[in-house]
Structures are given as C-alpha cells and as structure tokens.
C-alpha cells in the first residue's frame, strides 16, 4: 500500500476515533436545561427521532440528532416506552436515553381515605392535575357502566388506599382500579365470615362495612362495634345509627343531628327503617370489612362515644342510658 494511503487511513482512524471520544465525552455531561426539572411525554408509536424531538422541544438543550445517533450508539434507539417523563438538572444524554429505554415513567400518587364517600372520591380524581380527564362528563351510572360494575349506586364499590399511576393516565382506568381492588377485598373476607353472620351477600357485608367505619374512632373497635350491629340485626332491632341518617340527607344536611333528622323519614333512616340501608354510606377500609364479616362475639346492643375516640359498650338499654348521661350530658353516673 503507498505510503500516502495508509498515512490518509491513519489520518481517518485519528479523526474517527477523536470524534468518538468527543462523543463519549459529551453523552456524559450534564445536559443544559431551561429548568430545574423538566417534564416532556413521548407519545404512542414513536421512534427515538421522535422522543429527540420532544426532548428538546420541552426545554433540555441537546440537538434531536445529537440524541438520536448517541442513541444509536449506545445500542438504546430500537426500543423506547411511551409515557410522560420528569428530567432534573444534571441528567446526561446517556441517563436521558436510559431513562426512555427502560420505561422509567414520571408517577403520582392519590390518597383515598378510608371513610371518604363517593362523592369525596370523584371530586379528588377529578381534580388530580396528573389524571387524564375523561369521566366529568359522565353520569354515576355511567361511570359505572364504562368500568363494567354490575352495581347501579357507586356508594362503597371503590377501595380506599394510596394509588401510585403513570402520570396523564386515565381518570377511568384509576376509577376501574380501586373498583376492581375492592371487589378482591370483598370476595376475600367474604369466604373467611363467621358462619352464623346475619348477612345474605357481600354487598349486605360492604353496607355493614361502611357503617362500621363511620361510627367507629378506634381501629381496635371495630369488631365490637360489628357485634352491636349484628346482634341487633339477629333479633330485628332497628340498627338507629346517625351516621346513615345524616347520609340519606345528602348536601342538605346542615352539619349538626337533631331530633327532626331521626324522625324525617327517607331509605337511610335507621331510627326508622329495620333492616340494613340500601346501600354503602362511605368506603370501607380492609380493617372495618372484616369486622363487618367477622364480629367479634358479645351481647352487646348499644354503644355511645367517649369523646376521647373510643365507645362505652352496653348489653342493655339502662346501661347505656347511664352511658349516654355520663358521656354525653355531663351527668355522671
């Protein structure tokens, strides 16, 4: 080979390899950024020429080919997952591309509390800046309808717990979710019930359920509190418990129980109407569902609050009156 030939190929290898280097050097270096973070969404179907594009397009400063070929480089541009991602400064091309090839999605989270009702619930969902919205529009029934729940009242059906989501998901898969985990829950404490429950379904049991954890303060009173309900429903005693009557009267309810409230007759009138109500109050938690299934053995018919958060037990009805002058009038025992 002339020696000019192989002076111009080891002039190339030079130049190749220097250009390697350098692009080496630069997939390391932090990445200059319009902002401390830095959000941007790769969309369905996209390409890694396409996710370069909206890298920069959101604020991070690296040219789309630049990314792409280092990409390329790197063995990462064939596979890309879809999804929002979150940047901070000082992420490199690299890290970047890493981040895109294995999915690391930007998440959010949502609190629903135990004891929340529905209401409460859709209202959170529906204002989640990280949610896609596409339930506003619908009516209850409708909602239901699109997440495939055979109930016709939302009341109860949705599972009370912190739930962590992709960000930009939709509103309707999150509202299917916690209505899919609580139909676990339920269909799980339903097969470990007592076997002498006063209960004929599970839905009777997510009713109770949703009673248990509006009256009760204390976790560690739940199955006694259960017990008073269920010795009442054994021996058909109206279950006269506030927190469904204040339910049945909805926005209207002014924010104190007084007399005419338990004497206004309507479906969650328990004062008035034997038997469960019609539906859930509230969205029980996993610990008021198994006392609902399971309640802990007593005699116990009435209880009445402290006022410290717990509840003093009575089997009798001049006890608990004792109770309820010591508890709640001021008047001793």
Same mark, same amino acid.
């Given at each position: 080979m002339p020696s000019f030939l192989i002076k111009s190929v080891c002039a190339l290898l030079a130049v190749v390899s220097a250009l390697s280097a350098g692009a080496w050097w630069?997939?390391?270096?932090?990445?200059?950024?319009?902002?401390?973070?830095?959000e941007f969404t790769v969309v369905r179907g996209a390409g890694m020429r396409q996710a370069a594009e909206a890298v920069a397009a959101a604020g991070v400063g690296v040219p789309p080919a630049a990314l792409y070929w280092i990409a390329r480089f790197a063995g990462k541009a064939d596979r890309i997952v879809a999804g929002s991602y979150e940047v901070a400064k000082g992420i490199s091309a690299?890290?970047?591309?890493?981040?895109?090839?294995r999915g690391e999605l930007a998440r959010a989270t949502l609190m629903i509390p135990e004891g929340w009702t529905f209401r409460q619930m859709r209202a959170a969902i529906e204002a989640h800046p990280y949610l896609v919205q596409d339930t506003r529009s619908l009516a209850d029934d409708e909602l239901l309808t699109a997440i495939g729940a055979?109930?016709?009242?939302?009341?109860?059906?949705?599972?009370?717990? %912190?739930?962590v989501f992709d960000r930009h998901s939709s509103a309707l898969e999150l509202f299917r979710q916690a209505y899919l985990a609580m139909q676990s829950q339920l269909e799980r404490v339903w097969e470990?019930?007592?076997?002498?429950?006063p209960l004929?379904?599970?839905?009777?049991?997510?009713?109770?359920?949703?009673?248990?954890?509006?009256? %009760?303060?204390?976790?560690?009173?739940?199955?006694?509190?259960?017990?008073?309900?269920?010795?009442?429903?054994r021996i058909g005693m109206r279950l006269q418990t506030d927190p469904t009557v204040i339910y049945g009267f909805g926005d209207g309810f002014e924010g104190r129980l007084r007399r005419h409230h338990l004497q206004t007759d309507h479906d969650y009138n328990t004062y008035l109407r034997e038997g469960l109500p019609p539906t859930p109050i509230a969205l029980p938690g996993r610990a008021a569902l198994q006392a609902a299934v399971r309640p802990d053995e007593s005699e116990y018919l009435y209880f009445v609050a402290r006022g410290?958060? %717990?509840?003093?037990?009575?089997?009798?009805?001049?006890?608990?009156?004792?109770?309820?002058?010591?508890?709640?009038?001021?008047?001793?025992?």
């Open positions: 630069y997939a390391h270096q932090p990445l200059p950024m319009q902002s401390q973070v830095i690299l890290e970047l591309i890493e981040k895109i090839h055979r109930e016709r009242h939302p009341e109860g059906l949705f599972y009370p717990d %912190t739930y470990e019930r007592a076997a002498d429950l004929s379904s599970p839905y009777d049991a997510l009713i109770l359920a949703s009673i248990v954890e509006k009256e %009760t303060g204390r976790v560690e009173e739940r199955g006694l509190v259960a017990s008073v309900f269920a010795n009442r429903l410290d958060g %717990t509840s003093e037990f009575s089997r009798n009805l001049r006890d608990h009156n004792r109770a309820v002058n010591r508890y709640q009038r001021g008047r001793g025992s």
